[in-house]
């Protein structure tokens, strides 16, 4: 039995991936077969472009999101993330936050994509602290 996460969050990318990479998406993060290793996918938007040979599919994802809206495993989820930036990002611009809730109570993360000052990409995680109040701030019962 594995281990399963509900992820929710976008990352969003400027300028949006053009054809040839989002086939390079897929080479770089697994779509398909490994289930155990799906993790991310793109928000593909297609466009119809009229050419003087006729009409023209143009594809273009500018959205990347979890690979499913259920749980599932997410072990490779911050490695997924982080090869997809330094992937691309020396021509695109990322941003935006995944926000992780695991099966046991206390395994809540964030996976958050920002540059810093000085224009470099960076992926961190951060995972969430339960602290409990002390006595004196809880309430009184009547």
Known sequence: MSYN???EGELIVNPPLNHQEIHEFDDIVPSGFGWDE???????????V???EGTLIKRTASVI???SEDS??????????????DHFGTTHDFHGEFEGHGE???DIWRVHVWRDGGGKHRVTK???????????QGEELK
């Open 72 to 85: 599932f495993r997410a072990s490779e989820f911050e490695r997924h993330v982080r090869q997809i930036v």
């Open 65 to 67: 999101v979890p690979w």
């Open 126 to 136: 951060v995972k969430a602290v339960i602290t409990w109040p002390t006595r004196e």
């Open 104 to 106: 046991d109570f206390d």
């Open 50 to 52: 009229e050419t003087i």
């Open 5 to 7: 996460t509900s992820i």
């Open 38 to 48: 799906l993790s991310l996918r793109l928000r593909v938007e297609t466009e119809d």
